[in-house]
């Protein structure tokens, strides 16, 4: 009923026309925020999505760190019982450190994981190698993966048109420090450039990979230590309960952490640009309230006559109020509806047909990436029930609170 009388007031004919005007820029105001707020969220979701898929591809779902220090003893026994666990795929250890690379004169300090057959199961970085193959080498003749970065620095060659690269590896002595002789410390070790791979810029001007028993063997290491776990679990296993129950059967001694707490930095820089384009973006949300506000206040003094009538037939506050306040909200849902269709129509026709381009050239993709997201729709439509609720709360109670006159 309280919607058939905001109905009639929105449509019938107003004794002044900026009364209708202002109603319908306070209809179009809202279309526009709320399909800015749609389209942009959309974006970013799109760009969210495309990040945490390239970093995804390179860290492991739960990765087991020590403590305290560099490295860890990780016995047998322990690592079978790692494996046992429900929701475990692969498991695969890792040797890690920091290294000096070195060409034909071309220097570069880079990130050395040494990885055993198991890493191209745990990761995706063995599909993403795009020149040469996924090949680690063993301890004896050594097999280097490294970065796109890392080969445009030092001019590096995998197997093709020219002869692969030798390159040589520095790397520190675990545990062994000469003042008198520096050179004591460190060890080198010559492995083969057997691949290139391709992920994200922050991968790929760091990271080189190889096989674990040769950095085991450079660095000094015991036959049960490692600097790293990674692992793999199934589609269906929970992360976090995944987590709970190593740290359960591993203990103190080591530091589990899931693929979004190695990158926490990451996932919460975007977690908070996400609700600070929300919050910017619901600034002109206010900006149609007070345009409500106005619409509904001179619709109030419009029509004071009707409301005594209304009163003088038994009508009370709380209806008078409710009438109002349906009115408000039915200039928010029209503008609401229009706002979301609008945005709808946007976003498909990005989807399939990527019209909208990114400039410049060095981006993964050549088009802004859309993503729909139903949260996303119930959080812009939440927020706009809620302040045109407010906007319409005043110029409600004014009518609600106006005595009858009958003249």
Known sequence: MYLTFAWRYFKAKKSANAINLIAWVTVGVITFAIACQILVL???????????????SFYADIKITPAKGKTFILTQQQLALIKQQPGINAVSLIAEEHALLQNEG?????????????YSTVTEVAAKTYEGKFNTGTAAEPGLIVGAGIQNAAAINVDGA?????L????????KVSVSDPLQSLSEGIVKATGVFAIQQDFDNKY???NIDFVKQQMGFAADEYSATEIKLNDKTDMIAAQLQLDKILGIAYTVQTKFEQNNNLYSTMRMEKWIIYAVLTLILFIAAFNMVSALTMLVLEKQKDISVLQSMGADKGMILKIFLSEGLLLAGIGA???????????????KLKLIKLQGGSFLIDYFPIKLQASDFLLVASTVVVISFLASWFPARKAA??????R
């Open 42 to 56: 959309s974006v970013f979701n799109g760009f969210e999505g495309l990040v945490k898929s390239l970093y995804n």
């Open 106 to 118: 071309m220097k570069a300090i880079i990130y050395l994981k040494g990885v055993d057959n198991n």
């Open 162 to 166: 020219f002869k692969a690269s030798d």
């Open 168 to 175: 040589t590896l520095i790397l520190p002595k675990k545990g």
């Open 208 to 210: 080189a990979i190889t």
């Open 337 to 351: 509806v229009t706002g979301i269709l609008l945005a709808l129509i946007v976003c498909f026709i990005q989807i």
């Open 401 to 406: 609170n106006q005595l009858i006159e009958l």
